[in-house]
Structure formats: structure tokens, C-alpha cells
């Protein structure tokens, strides 16, 4: 902390997706800071990542935020199913058989309406949230970042300085694409194809919120996540080559990959699709550090994994939670510099490295998570925690020794955990 600067506010956060919304909300209202979040959009506005895990709760909760869920009648989700090529379907996994803690009932949420709460959320614990502002520059001052530029909509710039800069930008991810800290993940290098559709069919009673990820012949993975107002979010993931394989129309593509699934086939047939088709790359990567002095990178911002087990938005609001923790820590002992985080990094990345090596088991072809509980009872329990999110402060060490023996699982990144101090 550079101590003659006049700063503007203790705290700015860039960008108020869930993991800026969760911090500005904790350090404002539970640590009393005065926060200013600078959001480059206005709010409502579009965003994939709909499906919740039971461990959302957690931060949900801890922000007050699960009481307004339920209230504003986003759509249950109580499981998650997996459905082979030919439209056969495995026995859906019930939250409800594992746990009998509220999280068993997690939702689906379109992304315009859960973010704008969230945002609503911050503003009303006293954060300043600003729409329409875009960073566009840090501001550092003897090796440290000491703010940022912004500008707004008319072009208008203006500085603001504090002793701390959250960046949590989104896969924009600011300052890790300034400090070309972006490290891809070795294998999980897939491409995401999706768009919405009304009005497809859904399935009846509990199943009707089910989180479905149907396979396409080896080659990748449909996701199907059934929102309010017969809405369904549906896309595919699979390998750049394979899906640009004939043509590059998104359109074209998706059309002809649902064909390569009977039960996605069968439940879009009866909707109608709406809207547009979206494309994404650069699907896996960490930076190199998690913060540098006076800086801390949450949510996708710091790191971004394959989605297929929907951890993204549980990543955004703990990492949202865990650094507000760590930066009111660090503003209360007046450092701010980067080793006040290593903490923080070194337990992120290990929640991170459990649920990374989950995602490559399921790509391994000879996996299944039958095989592991056909054999090894003793580690359902653990293996059932983690995919619904128990994954910070956790050792799975056992679990992850008998997964081995049926699929090849990667080393830990050794990125992440370390800092940058000048
Ligand atoms: C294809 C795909 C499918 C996914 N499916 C799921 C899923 O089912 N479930 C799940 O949990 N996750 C899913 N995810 C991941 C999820 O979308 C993200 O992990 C989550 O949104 C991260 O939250 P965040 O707050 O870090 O970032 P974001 O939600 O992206 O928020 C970042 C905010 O920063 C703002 N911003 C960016 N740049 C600037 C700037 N320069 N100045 C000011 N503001 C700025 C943006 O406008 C945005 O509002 C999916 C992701 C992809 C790509």
C-alpha cells in the first residue's frame, strides 16, 4: 500500500458478474469497506452459465441471496442425468439421495435475471456499482496497482485509485490478457456451441429441472438446462476440428449434431429455437498468479474450466467470497501487497485441481464413475461431494488414488497458487 496516495474508495472491483457482486456484497456489508464496482455493461443482460451445483448455497447463503431465489421462482434443479448417443438414459443423480441440506435443491437460472439480483444485492449492502463503465487500463505506481482507468459510454475518461483492484472481468480477464499470464490448459482445449430454445420438450415432476449432458459418439457432449418459461438452454462442446469439420455456420453445426443424440433430438424436435447461436474458445486456462501487489483476480477472470459439471458459477461466488475474505484481511493490516494472497491461491487452485481432474476422467473413454463405486464403495460418499461442489478445503487424496486406476488423470498445474510481487 503506497501510503501518501489519496485513494478514491478501499476497494474497486471490475466487473459485477456473481464473483464481483458476492465480494462487493462481503466487504461492504460484513467488513464495512467502501467498494465501488465499475460493470462495463448495463444490466439485464445476456449470459451462459445457467446451472447451478448444490454448493452454491454456501455463498448464497452467506450473502443472503437463497430466501430470493426461492422466492423468485427460478426453476429447481434436484439432479443431473447422462443419456448415451442412442437416447438411452443412466438413473438420474438425486441431490436429495445424498444430502438432506437445502442445497439438495439447487436452481437454474437465466443468467439476465440471477446477475441483475446479484448486482441489486451489492448496491443495497453499499457497494457504488456503476454500469456502463468500462476499465480499460491499470493504473501502477512502483510496481503495484494502485487503480484503474475507466471509461464511459460517452467516451469520457477518469481515474480511480485505491488499495486494492479485484478483477473480476470474466473470461475478458483484463489483467492476466495485460500481463500475458494466461496459460491454456494442456488438454481440455474444446470449443462450445450453443443457443436457447421454447417450448422443447421437458420432463415430467422432480426430473423436469435435471441438468442433461447427453454424448455424441466420443466426440463431445450436449448440455440441455430447462429454465422458467419453457425456455432451454442447449449447446455442444466437443473439439474445434470435429465441429468445424464441414462448414463454420453455427447454425448448420448445431442442426447437424443433434441429430448425433436421440433424447436431444427428441426433446428439441417438439420447441422452437429463438435467438441467436454463440461460440466460444480458449475454453480452460489459469493465470500464471493469482494476484500481484495491490491486485486479486477472482472468478473466471483467474481461472475458467470445462463446464460440463456446471462449477463455474460456484467458482465465481467462492472465489467471490474467499477473496473478499482475503482482501479485508489485507486492508485491515494496511498490505496489500501480493504475498497476502498466497493463501487464497494455494487453496483455490487445490479446490480447482479436484473438480479439473474429475473433468479429464470424464473424457478418458474408459472411464465411468460406476466402475469407481462398483469397486470402491467406500468412496461414493466423497466422490458425490465433489462433483456437487464441496471442493475448498477438502482432501480427496483417496479418492482420486482409486479414479486413477481407471482413468488417466493430469498432474496439478503448478501455476496459480503464486503471486507476482515486484
Ligand atoms: C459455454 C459455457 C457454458 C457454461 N455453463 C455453465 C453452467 O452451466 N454452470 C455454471 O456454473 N457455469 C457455467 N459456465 C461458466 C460461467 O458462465 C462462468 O464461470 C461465470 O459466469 C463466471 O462468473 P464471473 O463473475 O467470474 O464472470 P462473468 O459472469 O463473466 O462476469 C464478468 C463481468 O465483468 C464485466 N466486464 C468485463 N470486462 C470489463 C471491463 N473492462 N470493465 C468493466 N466490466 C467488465 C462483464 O460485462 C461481466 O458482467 C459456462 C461457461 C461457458 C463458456
Known amino acids: ?51 447451478l451445483i448444490p454448493h452454491c448455497w454456501d455463498t448464497l447463503d452467506r450473502i443472503g441471496m437463497t430466501d430470493r431465489l426461492n422466492e423468485h421462482g427460478f426453476q429447481v434443479k434436484q439432479s443431473v442425468q447422462f443419456v448415451n448417443p442412442d437416447g438411452e438414459l443412466s438413473a438420474p443423480f438425486y441431490f436429495s439421495k445424498h444430502t438432506d441440506h437445502p442445497r439438495a435443491k439447487t436452481w437454474q437460472v437465466d443468467r439476465e435475471t440471477f446477475d ?36 464511459k459510454l460517452s467516451g469520457e475518461r477518469f481515474e480511480l485509485r485505491a488499495p486494492i483492484t479485484m478483477d473480476a472481468s470474466g473470461r475478458d480477464a483484463l489483467f492476466q490478457r495485460k500481463k500475458k499470464w494466461r496459460k491454456r490448459d494442456p488438454k481440455l482445449n474444446k470449443i462450445a456451441i450453443w443457443t436457447l430454445y421454447q417450448g422443447a420438450k421437458r ?9 442433461t449432458v447427453a454424448y455424441v459418439n466420443g466426440k463431445g457432449w450436449f448440455w440441455n438446462i430447462p429454465l422458467k418459461d419453457d425456455i432451454v438452454s442447449t449447446g455442444i462442446v466437443a473439439d474445434r476440428d470435429y465441429l468445424y469439420r464441414d462448414t463454420r455456420d453455427l447454425a448448420e453445426i448445431y442442426h447437424r449434431e443433434i441429430k448425433e443424440n436421440k433424447w436431444i ?13 454463440w461460440v466460444t474458445g480458449e475454453y480452460s486456462y489459469r493465470a500464471e498468479n493469482c494476484a500481484a501487489d495491490g491486485l486479486l483476480l477472482i472468478g473466471d477472470a483467474f481461472a475458467f474450466l470445462d463446464p460440463v459439471f456446471s462449477s463455474g458459477v460456484y467458482l465465481a461466488l467462492t472465489t467471490g ?17 501480493a504475498g497476502q494472497f498466497t493463501d487464497y ?47 475448498m478445503d477438502r482432501d480427496y487424496s483417496e479418492l482420486f ?14 501455476y496459480g497458487k503464486t503471486t507476482a510481487s515486484q
Not at 23 to 34: D, M, Q, R, S, V
Not at 45 to 50: A, F, L, Q, T
Open 265 to 277: 433430438e427428441e426433446h428439441l424436435s417438439e420447441g422452437k429455437q429463438i435467438g441467436e447461436y
Open 321 to 337: 467470497s474467499m477473496g473478499a475474505d482475503a482482501a479485508a484481511a489485507a486492508l485491515n493490516q494496511k498490505d496489500t501487497s
Open 116 to 151: 441483475t439480483m446479484m448486482m441489486g444485492r451489492a448496491r443495497e449492502a453499499g457497494a457504488e456499482v456503476r454500469e456502463g463503465v468500462k476499465v480499460v487500463e491499470f493504473l501502477e505506481e512502483q510496481g503495484a496497482v494502485i487503480g484503474v482507468v475507466a471509461e
Open 1 to 51: 500500500m503506497i501510503s501518501n496516495l489519496a485513494y478514491d474508495c478501499d476497494v474497486i472491483i471490475i466487473g459485477a458478474g456473481p464473483a464481483g457482486a458476492t465480494a462487493a456484497t462481503i466487504l461492504a456489508e460484513e467488513y464495512g469497506k467502501k467498494v465501488i464496482v465499475l460493470e462495463k455493461e448495463h444490466f439485464p443482460r445476456y449470459h451462459v452459465g445457467e446451472s
Open 401 to 414: 488414488e482409486r479414479v486413477g486406476e481407471f482413468a488417466v488423470l493430469p498432474e496439478e498445474l503448478p
Open 345 to 391: 491461491g494455494t487453496r483455490v487452485c487445490q479446490g480447482i485441481e479436484w473438480m479439473r481432474k474429475l473433468v479429464y476422467a470424464f473424457y478418458d473413454e474408459n472411464f465411468s464413475f460406476k466402475d469407481v463405486v462398483t469397486n470402491y464403495a467406500e468412496v461414493r460418499h466423497a466422490l458425490t461431494d465433489c462433483l456437487i461442489g464441496d471442493l
Open 203 to 211: 420432463d415430467p415432476g422432480i426430473d423436469e429441472g435435471a441438468t
